[in-house]
């Protein structure tokens, strides 16, 4: 059973920047999908940012420009940088790594989450 581990979130004044990590504990070069996800309060989930294989990546159009996802295979990690911050990104920020199984199914893992919050 593969565990992820978020890590970096907290406090941050608007324009500020913050660096999430998301560490596996087992491989994550076989993995289809690796994504960040954010959830505000009262607000559904929402996708952040995904790399679907080697080169796809996919950004929400609210961090365009100003989050970058990027893996490291060799460190089982995934990071989110995140510059610019606003208010509106405050949330709880979680990652998410999908394989295909053998029989062609997908097995999605999350992390537990780390708090985002964007205010002065």
């Known amino acids: 059973q593969l565990q992820l581990v978020e890590s970096g979130g907290g406090l941050v004044q608007p324009g500020g920047s913050l660096r999430l990590s998301c560490a596996a504990s087992g491989s994550i070069f076989s993995a289809n999908t690796l994504g960040w996800y954010r959830q505000a309060p009262g607000k559904q989930r929402e996708l952040v940012a995904r790399i679907t294989g080697s080169t796809s990546i996919n950004y929400a159009d609210s961090v365009k420009g100003r989050f970058t996802i990027s893996r490291d295979n060799a460190e089982n990690t995934v990071y989110l940088q995140m510059n610019s911050l606003k208010s509106e990104d405050t949330a709880v920020y979680s990652c998410?790594?999908?394989?295909?199984?053998?029989?062609?199914?997908?097995?999605?893992?999350w992390g537990q989450g780390t708090q985002v919050t964007v205010s002065s």
């Open positions: 998410n790594a999908q394989f295909r199984t053998p029989l062609g199914g997908i097995r999605s893992y």
